[in-house]
């Protein structure tokens, strides 16, 4: 065995190198591993879920002192609100993100996207003779009008996407790892006002009530997220809503001058 190994010295050499090679390639990949660990442990997860909206009265019958008024607030605050012997028009657009990570999330852009475009022209389809559309091309603004009532207008804007931001979400292990944000008004008040019209629930009080519906031809609402964690790296994260409506009016007629109905908001 002696003579063999010197007389195949320079054999035995190579497969010590060879040994020592992949000795090296195993450290190498337990070290990234070891890292992609460590990093993974402070990776932030920035995710949102299903959510409901409401609105707390039909858009067609809001007065314009209303809009003046009009505030949004949090949907568990807002039954403390309906003291007043008349509703207010009032939006509850609030949904939260949450980072699910154990690492902070910075620099968070939401960027929703809905064709409001096509969303305005199915609604113009079911206006009764008193609704029309005017155009205010400078802001890219369209406003809804009564042509018996000079002091009706509701706004709703032409612009495709809306962008928001928010600073800083902590991670899970912190106790306010989660932000409230706020969804374009102007998709819920589409959605609600593309109903009403639909199903001819244009008086302030309707003969039929509604137990739940949908708006398969509506135009999908969408959501991108995108965000970075300490070490500047970016993440991405998409979502596509299913949309439906259901009633909160239990009596055969309908009063479109309260709350009637919550938007649901269903992740795909």
Known sequence: MKEFLIDNIELVSI???????????????????????????????????????????????VRKEELLEFSTANFNEYHEKKEKSETIYNISPLYKVENLGFGPAKNIKLTWSFDIAKALNLIETEFPEDLYFSQHKPLKYFFLNKRNDDDFHLSLTNEKIHIHNIDY?????????????????????????????????????????????????????????????????????????????????????????????????ELK
Do not use: W
Request: glycine letters at 2%; aromatic letters at 14%.
């Open 15 to 61: 497969f010590a190198s060879i040994g020592t090679f992949i000795s090296s390639l195993i450290a190498i990949y337990t070290l990234i591993e070891v890292k992609k660990q460590r990093l993974s442990t402070y990776k932030p997860e920035i995710l949102i879920k299903s959510f409901l909206v409401y609105i707390s009265k039909s858009p067609l019958f």
């Open 169 to 265: 979400i902590p991670p899970i292990n912190i106790k306010e790892h989660k932000h409230s944000h706020v969804i374009p008004k102007d998709i819920l008040v589409a959605h609600f006002l593309y109903y009403v019209l639909k199903n001819k629930l244009t008086k302030k009080i309707n003969e039929n009530s509604f137990g739940c519906g949908k708006f398969d031809e509506f135009p999908k609402v969408k959501l991108r997220i995108d965000y970075f964690d300490l070490n500047k790296k970016k993440y991405t994260q998409k979502y596509c809503f299913k949309t439906s409506i259901v009633t909160t009016q239990v009596d055969k007629e309908l009063d479109t001058t309260k709350e009637f109905g919550y938007l649901l908001f």
